[in-house]
T-cell receptor, first 112, second 113 residues
Framework: NAGVTQTPKFRILKIGQSMTLQCTQDMNHNYMYWYRQDPGMGLKLIYYSVGAGITDKGEVPNGYNVSRSTTEDFPLRLELAAPSQTSVYFC???????????FGPGTRLTVT | AQKVTQAQTEISVVEKEDVTLDCVYETRDTTYYLFWYKQPPSGELVFLIRRNSFDEQNEISGRYSWNFQKSTSSFNFTITASQVVDSAVYFCALRNYGQNFVFGPGTRLSVLP
């Protein structure tokens, strides 16, 4: 099992560019999440999904969009990148409403 | 509202010392779950333990132990005989049944040789 995989691992964007962060899990988990972690800080929830076709906003959704067309994939779209979006992005998944989350390795994004 | 407090921002210990990381949580639900995660310098987030609100038994796993006390809303984590490899940021998290996770701000542990 690969668990949760994320691509790319690193990316540098110019202000105003767009990109999609990919996240795939092979554990058949219903719940998936996107977090951002700013330097020296904790995790902030961007978006989450409780199943294919269902997504909802977290704490800091502005500037991002998600989709969940399959159980396995949960891509995060950044539109019009801004320096404030410089962060490490983690994707996570969990089995049910009570289970722990399993995290991907993260994507380090710099917007200059 | 849910909240997790980790009052210790940074802790430094010398190798082989014992260290306890504090976690205090707030929730109105009676069914909830508590977690600890480790984030080593390499950056990944590693799941350590899950505890549900109905199980107050302490847990020990090697040098790690967890003390869950509902009376004080605490879920503390102790590392016995710390090692340099324990250096990491440790996050405590809370999840009410069927809801999202709430993470604490983390405690940075430095174990010095």
């Amino acid at each position: 099992n690969a668990g949760v995989t994320q691509t790319p691992k690193f990316r540098i964007l110019k202000i105003g560019q767009s990109m999609t962060l990919q996240c795939t899990q092979d554990m058949n988990h219903n719940y998936m999440y996107w977090y951002r972690q700013d330097p020296g800080m904790g995790l902030k929830l961007i978006y989450y999904s409780v199943g294919a076709g269902i997504t909802d906003k977290g704490e800091v959704p502005n500037g991002y969009n998600v989709s969940r067309s399959t159980t396995e994939d949960f891509p995060l779209r950044l539109e019009l990148a801004a320096p404030s979006q410089t962060s490490v992005y983690f994707c996570a998944s969990s089995d049910a409403g009570v289970s722990e989350q399993y995290f991907g390795p993260g994507t380090r994004l710099t917007v200059t | 509202a849910q909240k997790v407090t980790q009052a210790q921002t940074e802790i430094s210990v010398v190798e082989k010392e014992d260290v306890t990381l504090d976690c205090v949580y707030e929730t109105r639900d009676t069914t909830y779950y508590l977690f600890w995660y480790k984030q080593p310098p390499s950056g990944e987030l590693v799941f350590l333990i899950r505890r549900n609100s109905f199980d107050e038994q302490n847990e020990i796993s090697g040098r790690y132990s967890w003390n869950f006390q509902k009376s004080t809303s605490s879920f503390n984590f102790t590392i016995t005989a710390s090692q340099v490899v324990d250096s990491a940021v440790y996050f405590c998290a809370l999840r009410n049944y069927g809801q999202n996770f709430v993470f604490g701000p983390g405690t940075r542990l430095s174990v010095l040789p």
